[in-house]
């Protein structure tokens, strides 16, 4: 009797080594979303304008496939079983769409990588002339109405010609952060209401001082570090400036201080690689990027609706 | 039959483009034997501008030997290609034909310009030519040898396609800046049908004429003063062409002999241009055993101070019936590949601005070599598609006119059958005739012929069948004229070229672009050798003699080698004495497409 004891307790250890064994494999190492159901994801997608920061972690992830989609065509292509490195509320935006249009649901978990805000991106003597006009932060009420207006208008030199900004394309996940920051900022506190015809006069000249086809590196603050003739202010995440970058040009924060977050955003049902985060994390300080919840980083992101309406907003302007 | 008639934009775009098509004679190439047997790889080709051939052949070679060439199935190859930007636009538009004959069809598409992948998705209505990630920038610039640009007042002052103006409509020409020893003020620019330099310059020309820098418009083209102002900037052309690389290969030839100030005064060339001429490699492609050599003066880069265009030199993966889905995903790899810090910096080694901002712009684009990292500092907004088209059929119309004698070799030997079952004399006789269509109705143009022994003519060694006269009144009786000849005898090639460059220079017309295209298939064949050399040397002294010098009157010989036996090495140097340029059709079959790309000189 106590031999078959013996071996019931020997029976019940090992089933319990092994259950244990085989909860850790799946669900707790193969874990950075808190799914602990989940089999470990093949493709990590990332968003463009964070395909050098994907890269360098890579070589650590040969079992994931890596690629690269604009965000724009993510939130519609991107598939169930896909780890989606993008900006925050972007994976909100999907649940909801979704929704609406009563597909199956897609729910995403999500772990915060990295921080930056939006900021203004110009030559010193640029920044300087539309501080003395729009303030430090600028306020994107003056910003849009010196839109297309000379530089010589505001104190700056007449060779400058145009005020120019420029948001990077409503395809990226930055120039649709950009874009909600500049739109909730010309409304305040008052509810976004596109149809205002005085929001349309003062968005026009913002949104078509230079068209998307001239940011020939993607976004505006990458464009204007390698070919500044073609825009005069950018609008991006302070994070994007290279080191080069910083030593040339000033930035600035605007009124409605915007948060950008990224995160590793993954599906229920799906696992993301042990550590994968973390790795997003280390290549994104690496890359300028804050760390989360870090001082410099401040304000808050744009909620899922708000991205939604400026995006829609801005191209019908453009 | 109408010569340059007024066309409907639509028409007059694939015109342009079909010019295009057929230009670049003389640098282009499909996939040589130098990268090797790609082996099992998925092989990826990739026709490229010009420009940047040995660049991306390099990138390739690095690419195809590292481990991001390796995937899951085995290997990726890529292989690129020189290809004429506006000529791949109209022959992917065509579905490519002819791979033997125009290069095999290209998975990736790197034209100089993004706006050469909007027409062709234009012209097809369906996006084949997708948006690309450009890989590298340089600017439009106007080049101009350090002592002219000095005498305008560069550095310290601000010059523009205004000043540009000013200067070529100024009868004193150089001397109204104290420096009669240079002559009239001489441009020049390349013909906007074929080359982005070309366009780009004369989309600039238009915004400078209008005081715009955005929103050009086609009311803007046909306001009078604009009209008159492009008219202004043509007058002071040289002569136009396909390709950069022949301006500043004149001007490095020139150089040498230290003539190079009367041969012109300011080029419109990309930035990079500039760099390579003043590194001592006018082209920017060094040939087997070519040494570079710093020319004695130098090039400078003008920033017109109303501001420039760039070449943004996209990587387009092509959506079209011959690319697979494989060899998509392999371009990709590439695409990704050049896109890199390391690669980025060989990108900057070959003279253009890197697209990744971690790259700090750094030597060779710097005040050292003629150009400024700091420039420009204003850019030229791209016209919309329908202005675009406008803008080539009103600089078709506002072009120098041109003063041309055809002078075709009638020799024995052109009764040779060509590969395509016709003579070779068939063969050019076609392309001549359809080349008239590529003149402006009001250009000047005559027709010799010439052979040994001929009957009935003042000179038996060249007949004037069609005395040089107004196109537009005479261009039946120049096809009807080419049309009748036939085989006949020798080839007295160094006696007709000094006859008929003596009988244009007696007619010389400055206010157009004088010119000969001489085309043979064989050595100089006058019955008498004893007496070749002498000739041959009295020929280039007689040529050199009126090439050069401020009072100069330039009558400038575009050579035609063709067919493997002509004299290749005497038909170059015909065309450089005189700061022409020379093709080689040594393939019977390229003599259409090689007539194209001589007529875009006018």
Known sequence: MIVVKRLAALGVAVGLIVGALFARDRWIEGDD????????ASVLVCASELAAICNQVAADYPEVTVRADNVGDSLTDLDDDELWFTFTPFPEIITQTRERSRLPERIYTTVPVASSNVVLVAFPDRTAVLAGTCGDPVAWRCLGEQAGNDWSDIGGDPTWRDVRPAFAPLSSGIGRLGVASAVSGYFGDAPINPNDPSFTSWARPLARAVPTTALSSGTAIATIE???????VAVGAASELSANGSARFAVTSVSMNTRVDLVLATPSGVGAPSGLAAALTTASLAAGWLAPGATGATGDPPDANTVLVTSQVWEDLT | MSYRP????????????????CGGSSDESGPGDEFGDPGDCTVVDMAVSSEKIALLTQLADDFNGSDEAQIDSGCVFVRPYSKASGGAAQLIVDGWPDPEINGVQPVIWSPAASGWGNI?????GRVAAPAGTPFMLTPLVIAMPQPMAEALGWPDTPIGFADIVELANNPEGWASVGHPEWGPFRLGKTNPNFSTSGLNFTIAQYYAATGKSSGLTV?????PEVQQFATDVESAVVHYGDITMTFL?????????????????????EEKSVIDYNLGNPDGELAIGEVPREPRVPLVAIYPSEGTLYSDNPFIILDAEWVSDDERTAAKLFEEFVQRPENQEKVLAFGFRPNNPTVPLADPVSLANGVDPNQPTAELEVPSPEVLVQVLDAWAEQRKEARVLLVLDVSGSMGELASSGGTKLDLAKDAAITALDDFKSTDDVGLWVFTTDLFGTPDPNYSELVPVSEIGEQGGALEDAIGGQFPQNGTPLFYVASAAYAEMLADYDPTKINAIVFLTDGVNDDGDIRDDDQQFTDLINQLQAGSEGATSRPVRVFTISY?????????KAIAQATTAAHYDASNPATINRVFTAVISNF
Do not use: H, K, M
């Not at chain 2, 290969?249 to 060339?269: E, I, M, P």
């Open chain 1, 33 to 40: 979303s808190g799914d602990n159901r989940a089999d470990a």
């Open chain 1, 226 to 232: 390698v070919r500044p003739s073609s825009l005069d």
């Open chain 2, 6 to 21: 007024q066309v409907a934009i639509a028409s007059l775009l694939i015109a342009a483009a079909f010019l295009a098509a």
């Open chain 2, 120 to 124: 062709v998705n234009e012209r097809l």
């Open chain 2, 219 to 223: 009311e803007d083209l046909q306001r």
């Open chain 2, 249 to 269: 290969n004149n001007w490095f030839a020139t150089d040498v002999r230290g003539t190079s100030l009367t041969y012109a005064s300011a080029v419109a060339v």
């Open chain 2, 563 to 571: 067919g493997d036996d002509a004299d290749t090495v005497t038909l």
